[in-house]
């Protein structure tokens, strides 16, 4: 009796606008799943609703078949090495691809608050004063502590590099920036290739 193999499950068409990088294994490198999860740990801090955004962006993105549901996402993220409960699982290429898309998606959506609060911060700092000094650069900046805090596992070294506020904050910052980078013309193409710089064999 002849017995039919099921049918390969296509990808998401729009997977295609990303071009395949030449990396070991076909799996994503550590820098490059550190980072997917540190620019959507930004825009957690940035929207109350974030998690529930990404998930509500991988349906209107047709990603559905990459990111199911919650607990998918969060294995996909958990694949960051800094997690507390980082997972042994790589990350593919298509799983990343997904990411990216989607943190560019909802970066465009913040374009405009992305913008005020780096705008803020370079008033603040021309006339030296603290984040502190502008409420809603503020409360990013304690989201994003508190969220990097309580996700983060505290032994690993990378970690330990950002026990200060102070530390913290340049993080957060460096993060709007790159998210800034995002929403420009062929961003999600430009955020792409910067994740694999100096991984692609």
Not at 33 to 51: H, N, P, T
Not at 119 to 131: H, S, V
């Amino acid at each position: 009796m002849q017995v039919n193999s099921p049918p390969a499950q296509s990808q998401p068409t729009i997977l295609d606008i990303l071009p395949d990088p030449n990396v070991p294994d076909g799996a994503c490198p550590r820098r490059t799943r550190q980072q997917l999860d540190l620019l959507l740990l930004a825009i957690e801090a940035l929207d109350l609703g974030g998690s529930e955004a990404i998930l509500i962006a991988a349906r209107d993105l047709d990603l559905k078949s990459i990111i199911k549901n919650r607990v998918t996402l969060w294995r996909l993220r958990a694949t960051n090495p800094l997690r507390r409960n980082s997972q042994r699982r790589p990350l593919s290429i298509a799983e990343a691809k997904a990411l990216t898309i989607i943190i560019c998606h909802l970066s465009r959506r913040l374009t405009v608050i992305v913008r005020q609060l780096l705008l803020a911060y370079d008033q603040l700092l021309e006339k030296q004063l603290t984040p502190e000094h502008h409420l809603r650069l503020a409360r990013y900046l304690e989201r994003f502590r508190a969220h990097f805090r309580s996700r983060m596992n505290p032994k690993r070294a990378t970690v330990m590099e950002y026990t200060s506020d102070e530390r913290l904050n340049e993080l957060a910052l460096n993060l709007l920036g790159q998210l800034l980078f995002c929403t420009g013309t062929a961003g999600v193409q430009r955020l792409w290739s910067s994740l694999f710089d100096g991984e692609v064999v």
